[in-house]
């Protein structure tokens, strides 16, 4: 069965940089959910979208932006990075009322 | 607002022994309610899942838990856990219909299974 793909997989910045992380959900999935897991902590909800509308939005800073494109896949922009935005970033998606399926995540590494 | 408590960041075992991963939750509204698992260096993968009706879930390798409404629980146990076990574990809390709203993790439980 198809899951959800992220890429990329590993990346590496500097300081001050920006990153554009993508994802691609499970097909017929119309909602995308993007989570932040910083080193030994849980995930965090970041920003979610529902046929390409801004659903919910939790922790996010100003820094970052996202958006869900026509093909349903999704992409968060991340600008002036700092070290603390050192974290792996997952995607998750569903269809209305199902359960959320994760991606095996970004590894965002910042220098 | 909604919330998880693991009560407990470590449980070491030894292979073949039962294990329970204890899971509080908080919320207002109705639950819908998960425990995840992330193995070493990879994503998040659904274990099990409570939505309605039974209380007794049984999900994948060979993993169950019991909705407790009255103590607002949602433990996950194992009868008998092998080496493979050894990851670490996450409770969940959706109030989203089937979990397509936000969720909302605990700090997780690391389970280590010794030989």
């Known amino acids: 069965a198809a899951g959800v793909i992220q890429s990329p997989r590993h990346l590496i910045k500097e300081k001050r940089e920006t990153a554009t992380l993508k994802c691609y959900p499970i097909?017929?999935?119309?909602?995308v959910y993007w989570y932040q897991q910083g080193p030994g902590q849980d995930p965090q909800f970041l920003i979610s979208?529902?046929?390409?509308?801004?659903?919910d939005k939790g922790s996010i800073p100003d820094r970052f932006s996202a958006q869900q494109f026509s093909d349903y896949h999704s992409e968060l922009n991340m600008s002036s990075l700092e070290l603390g935005d050192s974290a792996l970033y997952f995607c998750?998606?569903?269809?209305?009322?199902?359960?959320?399926?994760f991606g095996p995540g970004t590894r965002l590494l910042v220098l | 607002a909604q919330s998880v408590t693991q009560l407990d960041s470590q449980v070491p075992v030894f292979e073949e022994a039962p294990v329970e991963l204890r899971c509080n939750y908080s919320?207002?509204?109705?639950?819908?309610l998960f425990w995840y698992v992330q193995y070493p260096n990879q994503g998040l993968q659904l274990l099990l899942k409570?939505?309605?009706?039974?209380?007794l879930v049984k999900g994948i390798n060979g993993f169950e838990a019991e909705f407790n409404k009255s103590q607002t629980s949602f433990h996950l146990r194992k009868p008998s856990v092998h080496i493979s076990d050894t990851a670490e574990y996450f409770c969940a809390v959706s109030d989203g219909q089937g979990g397509s709203e936000k969720l909302v993790f605990g700090k997780g439980t690391k389970l280590t299974v010794n030989p």
């Open positions: 979208f529902y046929e390409k509308m801004q659903s």
């Open positions: 097909p017929r999935h119309d909602t």
């Open positions: 409570y939505l309605s009706g039974s209380t």
């Open positions: 998750a998606s569903s269809s209305p009322g199902e359960t959320q399926y």
């Open positions: 919320s207002s509204v109705s639950v819908y």
